[in-house]
């Protein structure tokens, strides 16, 4: 059985290989188009107006007002092969996930799968056509490469470009969002690089970032001061996981800057423990689910309705683990702010409101 890991390191290899070859088609192209009608189709922010209100999804470009109840972190588009014995097994579980999770209200799935998490737009594509789940996929990095220290941040910007305009390898499903990650509180240098290219691939776009971060040592801050040295607009910004803490004013720090938060790790302090869990897993665990669920509405007390996502970083390897899945929040999180007083008028501003205004950038 392939193990996850193996797995990644494998795709990995693949696309780091596929992504050099990209970037000097690329390089020609994005050099020509930059001199035409320069700040033509820029707002006041000097971001693309062209798609503002539409965002592109794996079946093609989607009015946000259609968007509906969001999830902002899950993995869809791609497929765990130790789990299932072929492809087809694979999407047939995925497609009954999305289904329920449809049937119970949820409207859209916003992937955060890059190239090194084993991205599969097309796997996205057939699940997303046979569940009827809206799907929007990512570019970015989630893993530190040593292939970027050999990149400018230039190169590396191009490539998430190309992503988001051309479309991810040779599907046409263009990018939706940026995926960006630090593997701890500190910033390595490879992150650093690939951090400030979804910088300026956001200002040349339009298109939002989201991150993975490690909240118990405060890493969204240290992502924050790279995005804003960059010039990006924090409104254009979710830092994701940021419920991995246990110390709310670190949230709302940053929502006071104006980031959304991503609380998609409430599931964590539900799981039972694991033989031979990692240390950080233990860590996640122990931040109780209902603490985290009560970051909600500390927010929304702080006046930070408007900066808070919802979602449960799912995946089909998660099954054990999160049996609720795409659920949990629905089953679990929303009744919990439910009685602590969060109104059903807050909790539709948080899962249809916010995404609708961040992806469609009003
Ligand atoms: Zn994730």
């Given amino acids: 059985m392939t193990t996850r890991r193996e797995f990644l390191l494998q ?45 592109e999804t794996v079946l093609g470009p989607l009015d946000v007002a259609k968007l509906g109840f969001t999830l902002s972190h899950e993995h869809v588009c791609y ?31 916003i992937d955060l799968t890059p190239f090194d998490a084993g991205r599969d737009v097309r796997f996205g594509q057939e699940v997303s056509r046979r569940s009827g789940m809206q799907i929007v996929a990512a570019t970015g990095f989630r893993f530190p490469h040593e292939s970027y220290n050999d ?57 939002p970032i989201e991150t993975h971060t490690d909240a118990r040592h405060r890493g969204g801050e240290a992502q924050a001061n790279i995005l804003e040295a960059e010039g990006v607009n924090p409104a254009r910004v979710s830092l994701g996981h940021s419920d991995d803490t246990e110390d709310v004013n670190y949230l709302i720090g940053l ?3 104006g980031y959304t ?20 897993v233990t860590y996640l665990r122990q931040v109780p689910w209902q603490k985290r669920a009560a970051y909600v509405k500390q927010l929304i007390d702080a006046g930070f309705g408007d900066k808070i996502f919802l979602s449960n970083d799912w995946e089909l390897e998660r099954e054990q683990m999160n049996p609720d899945g795409f659920l949990f929040n629905t089953r679990k999180t929303i009744p919990y702010l439910t009685q602590l007083g969060v109104s059903q008028r807050e909790i539709h501003a948080i899962t249809v409101d916010n995404p609708k205004h961040f992806f469609g950038r009003n």
């Fill in 261 to 280: 938060l991503g609380i998609d790790h409430v599931f964590y302090g539900a799981t039972k423990p694991a033989k031979d869990e990692p240390e950080y």
């Fill in 151 to 207: 990149q400018t941040v230039e190169q590396i910007a191009e490539l998430y470009i190309r992503e988001i305009e051309q479309g991810i390898e040779d599907t046409g499903v263009k990018a939706g969002v940026i995926k960006v990650a630090s593997q701890s509180g500190a910033v390595l240098p490879a992150e650093e690089k690939g951090i400030k290219a979804a910088a300026r691939a956001s200002k040349a776009t339009g298109v």
């Fill in 11 to 55: 795709t990995t290899a693949a696309s780091v290989a596929a992504v050099a070859s990209l970037r000097f088609a690329h390089a020609t192209q994005a050099n020509a188009s930059k001199d035409k009608d320069k700040d033509k189709d820029k707002d006041k922010d000097g971001l693309k107006v062209a798609r503002a209100g539409v965002v």
């Fill in 79 to 109: 497929i765990p092969m130790g789990l299932f014995s072929d492809r087809a097994a694979a999407a047939d579980r995925m497609v009954d996930k999305l289904k329920e999770a449809k049937a119970a209200g949820v409207d859209t799935i």
């Fill in 255 to 257: 929502a006071k800057r």
